[in-house]
């Protein structure tokens, strides 16, 4: 089974890059990661996290949710669990999910920037309005762009989730140019028709809704016509 991507660029929403990595490893799914300079400060503002894209290692995005560093995930994720060892998620139960494969936002020796490397689509989680812009614009000045370009080209799933309001004529277009040419761009707006509970029943729509696209089944929301989900 070919493996995801996700890259996470420096748009406000950490939380939700977070959550589908998460979501991802525990589906059992390998992930390759990319995450821009600017991603790793929107960490540090909103989540408290340090990210180093030179030395990343899975803990410094996923901490042990007992150290001060996960206060704030707590409150936003209140319902989460997990462990990490070796960038592999350790299950609640024990047993092992996915792992990450990291690279570096400069490494355009990356298998992900060619498209002879198999994957199973990418999602840029969130997507900045400059990233968006570059990949409309076919400018791969950094391993992003490059590896959101290759699936444009190659027809594969580009999911893009944009987190900015409002929006100019300058960002419509740019999104008009990549669903024309292929992308999903799916917006970090979620729904409230599953009558959410606190703010990770917000965050789980918008993952949810990107785990469809990547074909990935997980069950974090009440879907319209479903029955309520029991805790």
């Known amino acids: 089974m070919a493996d995801p991507v996700v890259a996470v660029t420096g748009a406000s929403g950490a939380v939700y890059a977070v959550r589908l990595l998460d979501v991802l490893l525990h589906a059992g799914r390998n992930v390759h990661l990319t995450i821009s300079p600017a991603a790793a400060r929107v960490f540090e503002e909103e989540l408290g996290l340090s990210i180093r894209p030179s030395e990343f290692t899975l803990e410094q995005l996923l901490p042990d949710l ?3 560093a996960a206060a704030r995930l707590r409150q936003l994720l209140p319902r989460v ?5 070796d960038n ?5 139960d024990g047993t092992p999910g996915g792992s990450v494969t990291y690279h570096h936002h400069h490494d355009y020796g990356a298998g992900i ?6 994957t199973a689509g990418m999602v840029v989680c969130p997507c900045s309005m400059g990233t968006l812009g ?7 000045t950094n391993l992003v762009h490059r590896a959101a370009d290759v699936h444009l080209k190659e027809r594969r799933k580009l999911i893009l989730v944009p987190r900015e309001t409002p929006l100019g004529s300058i960002q419509l277009g740019n999104m008009q140019r ?4 292929g992308a999903v761009v799916l917006p970090a707006m979620p729904g409230w028709y599953h009558q959410p509970r606190d703010l990770q029943d917000l965050v789980d729509f918008i993952v949810s809704r990107v ?6 089944e997980v069950e974090l929301i009440r ?5 309520p989900i029991e805790d």
């Open 134 to 140: 570059s990949i409309a614009n076919g400018l791969s």
């Open 211 to 216: 785990c469809d696209q990547l074909g990935v």
């Open 88 to 92: 592999r998620v350790i299950r609640a």
């Open 178 to 181: 990549l669903v024309d040419a």
């Open 66 to 68: 007992d150290s001060p």
């Open 81 to 85: 669990s997990w462990r990490v060892e």
């Open 113 to 118: 920037a060619s498209g002879s490397f198999r």
């Open 223 to 227: 879907r319209w016509g479903d029955d």
